[in-house]
């Protein structure tokens, strides 16, 4: 089964920054809407960002502005582009299809002083 791997994740100060990556072994990617997800602790995973294979692209207010998805479909590759980061952005990040693949093992982001 198709089973995402994310990377990129790290310890950064308020205001920083972090680009995280994705790949999904999976001959269909450049065909699927990919998401990226987060689950901060104690709360349920939430949706972040999304882009179709058209290339639309949807953000949730929380990091509109802020973040940025991109996806490069001939390295099977999301991108995850967080700038001007919040403590509570503080979440373990995973990327999927929508609708999901089995769920990878995820990448922490912990923004703290």
């Known amino acids: 089964q198709v089973q995402p791997v994310e990377s990129g994740g790290g310890l950064v100060q308020p205001g920083g920054s972090l680009t995280l990556s994705c790949t999904a072994s999976e001959s269909s990617f450049s065909r699927v809407t990919m998401a990226w997800f987060r689950q901060a602790p104690g709360k349920e995973r939430e949706l972040v960002a999304q882009i179709r294979s058209n290339g639309i692209i949807n953000y949730i207010a929380a990091v509109q502005g802020r973040f940025t998805i991109s996806r490069e479909n001939a390295k099977n590759t999301l991108y995850l582009t967080m700038n001007n980061l919040k403590s509570e952005d503080t979440a373990v990040y995973y990327c999927?299809?929508?609708?999901?693949?089995?769920w990878g093992q995820g990448t922490l982001v912990t923004v703290s002083s």
């Open positions: 999927n299809r929508i609708p999901p693949w089995a």
